[in-house]
Nanobody
């Protein structure tokens, strides 16, 4: 089992950019998917983006498609979420997780993103 730590959050103005990092304490098994989620106050948790083990297959929520990019660097045990053209509705706690057979059993503690 690995531990995940998110970083890169902060406060930005609308239209700005942030890059979130999800660093694993060790190698993430190549069969595991890694995903970014977010949750804003009063809202349900939302899957933002997902990347598969090969690093080439990705999924994005419609709300972020075209603005966010997920990438995976297995050599660094890190997954990134590049967020561009940020909107106020993107304000949320962002956290990453890994899954086995669509079951997310390992989660980070989250990093706050605030867009004003």
């Amino acid at each position: 089992h690995v531990q995940l730590v998110e970083s890169g959050g902060g406060s930005v103005q609308a239209g700005g950019s942030l890059r979130l990092s999800c660093a694993a304490s060790g190698p993430v098994h190549p069969r595991r998917c890694v995903a970014w989620f977010r949750q804003a106050p009063g809202k349900e948790r939302e899957g933002v983006a997902r990347i598969y083990s090969d690093g080439g297959s990705t999924f994005y929520a419609d709300s972020v498609k075209g603005r966010f990019t997920i990438s995976r660097d297995n050599a660094k045990n890190t997954v990134y979420l590049q967020m561009n053209s940020l909107k106020s509705v993107d304000t949320a706690l962002y956290y990453c997780a890994t899954s086995v057979r669509a079951i997310y059993d390992t989660w980070g503690q989250g990093t706050q993103v605030t867009v004003s």
